[in-house]
């Protein structure tokens, strides 16, 4: 029961880190979580210099306490300091103005680790310094873990138990049933960080839920399940949609209406045979600036 419990909370978590790392121009971690006790590279990214500066000229990262650093890796043109331990730092410092990232270029900072044994929220703090002042990046919310409305959010790592899934999962909804309506559609964008698949999908709303895909084939849209899973390779951030892949609810148990939420749990399995599960819960109704798809999406089976 206890442990149920910590597994929904962990995953709201997960949910919440996504939609704050969608602010581009922080330095933040990659979308996803990590299983307790496992290496980790955190890798830091850099997509602006600081305002009103030209160039990064320095990173300073703050390790966090449960973090265990290996070894960090070294920038060519960059000298790197490593402080390790409690309270330990690693920074990396541009020997010159030519060796410093431009504002217009993306780069990754990457320090390589082993999460700490129990599930959590780490928070990274980063000081990046530029041509012009400094930008630190120190930011951590005063309760729960949203970084939304901070304007200098610390870089966040959901550490989660074993068996929940690290994958990030964003913007997600279900579409609105109508009266006599038996099926819907749920949608998200899915992001793994060392790769897995999605292989099934349950939720007390619907009698079947099943991964579907759409395409059309001549001039008929069609749609299938996915009986082999959906793939999310390592990083890439998959999107379930109208008209494209989506959840498919079927055996719909009551109306599903807008302003309530459905809650779902989501099955993944990596190429290891690894089997992980993540409990979200998704609002009912487009969100704004969603492709709603239309007529294009009234299923039929
Ligand atoms: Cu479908």
Same mark, same amino acid.
């Given at each position: 029961m206890n442990r149920h419990l910590t597994l929904r909370t962990v995953a709201a978590a997960v949910l919440l880190a996504g939609s704050a790392a969608a602010v581009l121009a922080h330095v933040t971690l990659p979308p996803g979580g990590v299983t307790v006790g496992s290496d980790y590279d955190a890798a830091f990214r850099v997509g602006h210099a600081c305002e009103?500066?030209? @160039? /990064?000229t320095g990173l300073a990262v703050k390790l966090p306490p449960g973090f265990v650093l290996s070894e960090a890796q070294a920038r060519k043109g960059w000298k790197l300091d490593v402080q390790k331990g409690a309270g330990g730092e690693v920074r990396w410092t541009a020997e010159n103005a030519q060796a410093a990232l431009p504002g217009t270029e993306k780069a990754e900072f990457v320090v390589r680790g082993k999460a700490p044994a129990t599930p959590g929220t780490l928070w990274f703090k980063v000081l990046q310094t530029c041509d012009v002042g400094s930008a630190d990046w120190a930011e951590v919310p @005063?309760? =729960?873990?949203? /970084? @939304? =409305?901070?304007?200098r959010p610390a870089a966040r790592l959901d550490v989660v138990a074993q =068996?929940?899934? /690290?994958v990030d999962v964003r913007d997600g909804w279900v579409r609105q049933s109508v009266p006599g309506q038996s099926g819907t559609g749920a949608f998200m964008k899915l992001t793994s960080p060392t790769g897995t698949k999605l292989v099934s999908i349950s939720t007390p709303a619907a009698g079947v839920a099943e991964v579907h895909e759409m395409k059309m084939e001549g001039d008929t849209m069609k749609m299938r399940e996915l009986s082999a899973g959906l793939d999310l390779p390592a990083g890439q951030t998959v999107e379930l949609k109208p008209g494209g892949f989506h959840v498919m609810l079927m055996d719909l148990k009551g109306a599903v209406a807008k302003g309530t939420n459905v809650p779902l749990t989501l099955k993944f399995e990596d190429a290891k045979g690894v089997k992980t599960a993540l409990d979200v819960t998704l609002p009912v109704g487009a969100p704004a600036g969603a492709d709603a798809g239309g007529a294009a999406h009234q299923h039929k089976h």
């Open positions: 009103g500066a030209k @160039a /990064t @005063a309760s =729960g873990n949203s /970084t @939304a =409305g901070l304007k =068996g929940v899934a /690290t």
